[in-house]
C-alpha cells in the first residue's frame, strides 16, 4: 500500500526542508516536492514536523538485577518506546559468568521474539575474557550484534583492566563498538562500607550521590581511555552524566583518540537534589548509575551537546516500581538500580533543548536518529527518511502542549521522574517500517517489531 505525507517539514541532522513523504509498503520510496497522489492515500501533514523514528541504543527490558526483575518486558517497554517516537530499540542482552555468549543471545531473543512491538537489535554484554568469549565474538559480529559492552563497576559484571584491554584489541580487529560503563568500582565500594560504619541504623538515598561521586567516574573514564590509546581501540562512553568525565573525553579527543559519547535525558534535566528529598519514593525513583549529578554537570553536558561533543543521547530506560523500588527502604544499596525513560526522550528534547534554541532541530535528529543509526550499524536503513528507507517515521506537532504524568506512561514503572515536566509539542502519529502503530496516544495491535540485523558501526561518519 502507498501513502504520501503531503506537506510536512521533514527533518534531517542537516536541517529541516519542506517536502513530501511517499511510503510504499514498509520502505520510503521518495522524499521530494509535489510527489504524485496517483494511488496513494494522501495524509496532509501541513505544519507538522517529519522526523526519522528515533533509535534508542540503550534500554534494558526484561532483566535480573538486584533478586528482581525490571518492571518492564519486550512488550510494555517497546509499546512505551513507540509510543515516545522511538521505532527502534538495542537492549543489552547479557551472560552469567560462565555462560556462553551464544546461549545469551538465544535467551534474549526468546524473551524480545514476538512480543516486540517495535524493531529491536541487541548489544552482548562481556563479564569476563577468555579464549572461549574471544571465539564468540565473531559469531556474534556476523549474526548482526555489532555492538558490545564492558562494566568498570558491579562485582558480577566488572572487568579488570588487563582483561578491558584484551578485550578492547579484539574488538579493535573485529571493527566492532564498544561501550563501557565507567565508574571506579572498587573506590565506590570503600565509600559504601565506610557509610555504614559511620551510619550503622540504616542509609538512605542520600548516600547514593555521595557513595558514587563524579571524581570517580572521571577516573574511570581517564583510565579507560589511557588503555584504550595503548590498544588503539575506538570506544564509546555510555551514560556519561559529568562534567569532569567530559573533560577526560576531551583530554583524550585532544591525543587524537577516537572517543564516542552518549548521554541521557536525566542528566540533562534532573539534578541530584531529588536525593535529599524527604519522600523516598521520590529519591528512590531515581536511584541509578551513574547518579544525578549537580545542576553545573547539568548545564556541562547541555553545552557539550550543543557544541557536538556528544554523539548520542539515549535513555539507559531500566524501570522498577515503587514496591521493587521499597526494597532499599533502610539500605539504598538494596534499591534496584535504573529509571523509566524510554517513552519522554524526544519530546524532552524537543520541549527543553530544541525550543529554547539550545540544540537545532537538525542536531535534536543527529543524537536521536542518525548517529545511533550509523554507530549502531543500521544506517541508512535507520535513521534517516530517505528513498530506499525503513519507512519509520515520527510526526511531530510542534504546536500541541502537554504535561508528563506517571499516570499517562505505558511503562510499567507505574511513574515518571519528569512528573509535572510542560511539554512543547506532542507526537501526533508514529509510523513503524509503513505501518501505523501510533495515533493519538494510542499505540497499534498492528505494531509488531522485527530483529535488526545489524552491520558495521560507520565511527567516521557521526
Ligand atoms: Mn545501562
Redesign the pocket.
Known amino acids: 500500500m502507498k501513502r504520501l505525507l503531503k506537506g510536512g517539514a521533514v527533518a534531517s541532522g542537516n536541517g529541516v526542508l519542506r517536502a513530501d513523504v511517499l511510503i510504499d509498503g514498509e520502505k520510503i520510496a521518495a522524499v521530494g516536492l509535489n510527489l504524485p497522489e496517483e494511488g496513494a492515500q494522501v495524509e496532509d501533514v501541513t505544519e507538522k514536523l517529519l522526523l526519522p523514528g528515533f533509535v534508542d541504543a540503550?534500554t534494558?527490558f526484561d532483566l535480573d538485577v538486584a533478586g528482581t526483575t525490571t518492571a518492564d518486558d519486550f512488550a510494555s517497554g517497546t509499546r512505551s518506546a513507540l509510543r515516545g517516537g522511538t521505532t527502534t530499540v538495542v537492549d543489552?542482552a547479557c551472560p552469567n559468568r560462565g555462560d556462553s555468549l551464544r546461549s545469551a543471545l538465544d535467551a534474549w531473543h526468546k524473551k524480545a521474539g514476538g512480543k516486540a512491538a517495535c524493531d529491536y537489535g541487541f548489544h552482548m554484554t562481556l563479564v569476563e575474557w577468555n579464549e572461549k568469549v574471544k571465539k564468540e565474538l565473531l559469531h556474534m559480529y556476523v549474526n548482526g550484534v555489532t555492538s558490545f559492552k564492558m562494566y568498570m563497576t558491579y562485582p558480577a559484571l566488572r572487568m579488570e583492566d588487563a582483561d578491558l584491554f584484551r578485550a578492547l584489541e579484539e574488538i579493535r580487529d573485529l571493527r566492532a563498538l564498544v561501550g563501557v560503563?565507567c565508574e571506579n568500582g572498587d573506590v565506590i565500594d570503600a565509600l559504601i562500607a565506610q557509610g555504614r560504619e559511620k551510619s550503622p541504623n540504616g542509609m538512605g538515598p542520600a548516600f547514593h550521590p555521595l557513595s558514587r561521586p563524579a571524581a570517580l567516574e572521571a577516573e574511570a573514564i581517564g583510565r579507560l581511555l589511557r588503555i584504550a590509546q595503548v590498544a588503539n581501540c575506538p570506544v564509546n562512553i555510555?551514560?556519561l552524566s559529568s562534567e569532569a568525565g567530559m573533560d577526560e573525553v576531551r583530554a583524550a579527543r585532544n591525543r587524537g583518540q577516537r572517543v564516542l559519547v552518549e548521554t541521557c535525558p536525566q542528566y540533562l534535566f534532573l539534578d541530584d537534589s531529588v536525593y535529599y528529598e524527604d519522600d523516598f519514593n521520590t529519591a528512590a525513583g531515581c536511584v541509578c548509575a551513574p547518579p544525578l549529578r549537580e545542576e553545573s554537570d547539568r548545564a556541562a553536558l547541555i553545552q557539550a551537546l550543543a557544541k557536538g561533543e556528544i554523539q548520542t543521547v539515549c535513555t539507559?530506560h531500566?524501570a522498577f516500581t515503587p514496591e521493587q523500588k521499597a526494597a532499599g527502604r533502610e539500605d539504598f544499596t538494596k534499591i534496584p538500580g535504573?529509571l523509566p525513560g524510554v517513552e519522554t526522550r524526544g519530546v524532552l528534547l524537543y520541549s527543553n533543548l530544541v525550543d529554547n534554541r539550545r540544540l537545532s532541530i537538525g542536531q535534536m535528529v543527529r543524537v536521536l536518529s542518525e548517529n545511533p543509526a550509523k554507530l549502531y550499524g543500521m544506517w541508512p536503513r535507520k535513521g534517516v527518511l530517505a528513498a530506499g528507507s525503513d519507512a519509520d517515521i515520527v510526526i511531530y506537532d510542534p504546536e500541541a502542549e502537554s504535561v508528563i504524568t506517571g499516570a499517562d506512561q505505558l511503562s510499567k514503572a507505574g511513574y515518571t521522574p519528569y512528573e509535572g515536566f510542560r511539554t512543547v509539542g506532542a507526537i501526533e502519529k508514529v509510523y513503524l517500517r509503513g505501518t501505523p502503530a501510533v495515533e493519538r496516544g494510542k499505540v497499534s495491535d498492528e505494531a509488531k517489531g522485527q530483529f535488526v540485523f545489524r552491520g558495521r558501526p560507520l565511527f567516521n561518519e557521526v
Open positions: 540503550h534494558h543489552f560503563h555510555v551514560h539507559d531500566c535504573g
